[in-house]
């Protein structure tokens, strides 16, 4: 009897050790600060650059990312981590309209409505990480804010110097008048 019991406890362990299995495989993703962000691998797959890195030494569990600043890290993970099993929709161009929440889902309007600064740090990480729906939706948001705006508007709000003079910039208006036509 008691080989009895020890032969039935035997399948138990095995289950339990079966637990184990279920346990995600994770990366660890280096910054340029060298803060280490852990991260599960299925999410760090969405960056093509990071897949490649990956598929190049298989053993490798470490990426170094010194492009990107930790708290653009954070924010991306946080876009890869949600679209990772809710792939966004395609955005439809030319945009129609200023408003992101009327172009994409209003979880993707809310994580491009940050500072301008980050916007575009935003940009530069997904670009350097190769994840395209994330760089369609940065560049998308950067459209919709110069959407309907004249060149004063968007000089302003982009905080761009005019560096032509009234005579040049009238000269080029007066070669492209077919363009504010439209």
Known sequence: MADEKKNTASPMEDDLGGLDDDTEETLKITTQEKDVLEIP?????????????????KEEKEIPL????????KKVISYMTYHVDNPPEEIEKPLKSANMADVVSQWDADFVDVSQEMLFELILAANYMDIKP?????????????????????RKTFNIQNDFTPEEEAAVRAENKWAEES
């Open 41 to 57: 691998k299925k999410v760090g797959m969405m960056s093509v650059l990071i897949t490649t890195m990956v598929e190049g030494d």
């Open 66 to 73: 010194p492009n990107v600043k930790t708290a653009i890290m």
């Open 134 to 154: 994330l760089l369609d939706l940065t560049c998308a948001k950067v459209a919709s804010m110069i959407k309907g705006k004249t060149p004063e508007q968007i």
